[in-house]
C-alpha cells in the first residue's frame, strides 16, 4: 500500500496517503499478544473446551450462572485478544474454579487449560495486560466509527499514544516503540497532523504541506478518513448484492442499489 501510494502521489500531487490508523493499532496489539505467549494459549485452549461443547457449557452455567460466557477472540479481527485478557483478568478466579471443575479426561483442552489456569505467574500476567493495555479495544472501535471528524479520530491515536508512553517495564517500552515505529512508517502522518492543527486553529503557518495544497484544499480534510474502514464495509455490502442465487438481478438496477446503499446512513 506505501509503494502504491507513492506511485499515484506521482499523479497527483495534492493527494495525501495514510496508511490505516486502526490497522496500525491492531499490529501494536499483535505485538502485546507475541509478548505473553502462556496467555496467549489460555485464550486458544478455553476457547476450545467452550465450542461446540454444551456439557461444559452448562457446568459453566451452573458454576458461574452471573457471567457471561468466555468471549471466543479472532485473531483476524482487530482487539479480540485483549478484550479476551481483560476477561479472564475480571473473572480469574471464577473461571479457574469452573475448568478445575471439569474432566481432564474428556479432552486435552482441557487438561492444557487446568495446566495453564494455575500457572503462578499467570494471574499477574492477566492484570498487567488489563491494566496497560485493556483501553485498545475501545480506542480501535472509536476509530471504525463512521463520519468522525478528523481532530476526533487524530486525538484518538494521540490517546492511545499517551498511555502507551506512560507503561512502565520493558514489555511497556517496547509496545510503546511498536506505536511509535507504526507511526512513523506512515507516509503522510505527520501532513495530516498539521492540517488538523490549523483546522482547529493551533497552527497558523502553512509551511511544510505540499506547494499544490491550497488553504480551499484543506477545508475539505475536516472529516478525511484516516481508516480504510469504510472501505471494508463496502465489500460486505457487495457481498449481499451479488450472491450466487440472485440471477435475475441486471446491470441498471445493481447500480441503482448500489447508489442507494453507499448513501443511506446507518441507523435510519
Not at 471443575?101 to 492444557?112: F, G, Q, R, T
Not at 516503540?177 to 492543527?197: G, H, M, R, Y
Amino acid at each position: 500500500m506505501v509503494k502504491a501510494g507513492q506511485t499515484l502521489q506521482s499523479l497527483y500531487s495534492k493527494m495525501i496517503h495514510l496508511t490505516c490508523l486502526a490497522h496500525g493499532i491492531h499490529r501494536v496489539a499483535e505485538n502485546i499478544r507475541e509478548k505473553f505467549k502462556k496467555v496467549d494459549k489460555l485464550n486458544s485452549r478455553v476457547k476450545q473446551v467452550f465450542l461446540k461443547a454444551p456439557s461444559c457449557v452448562l457446568v459453566f452455567k451452573s458454576e458461574a450462572p452471573a457471567i457471561p460466557l468466555p468471549p471466543e477472540p479472532i485473531l483476524t479481527r482487530w482487539s479480540t485478544w485483549i478484550i479476551a485478557a481483560s476477561y479472564y483478568c475480571k473473572y480469574y478466579q471464577v473461571i479457574r474454579k469452573v475448568l478445575l471443575s471439569l474432566n481432564a479426561e474428556d479432552a486435552i483442552s482441557v487438561k492444557e487449560a487446568q495446566q495453564l489456569i494455575q500457572e503462578p505467574d499467570m494471574e499477574a500476567n492477566l492484570v498487567y495486560i488489563h491494566s496497560n493495555f485493556g483501553f485498545i479495544p475501545e480506542y480501535i472501535t472509536k476509530l471504525e466509527t463512521q463520519y468522525i471528524s478528523l481532530s476526533e479520530a487524530l486525538s484518538a491515536v494521540k490517546y492511545v499514544q499517551n498511555k502507551l508512553n506512560d507503561c512502565e517495564g520493558e514489555i511497556g517500552v517496547a509496545v510503546f516503540q511498536k506505536l511509535n515505529n507504526v507511526l512513523e512508517k506512515n507516509c503522510d502522518f505527520k501532513t495530516i497532523l498539521k492540517i488538523s492543527k490549523i483546522l482547529s486553529g493551533q497552527e497558523s503557518s502553512m509551511e511544510g504541506l505540499p506547494d499544490d495544497l491550497t488553504g480551499d484544499d484543506i477545508t475539505y480534510f475536516k472529516y478525511a478518513q484516516i481508516t480504510s474502514t469504510d472501505v471494508e464495509r463496502s465489500f460486505s455490502r457487495y457481498k449481499t448484492l451479488l450472491v450466487d442465487n440472485r440471477r435475475s438481478f441486471n446491470f441498471e438496477n445493481i447500480k441503482k442499489s448500489l447508489v442507494v446503499q453507499c448513501n443511506t446512513f446507518e441507523g435510519i
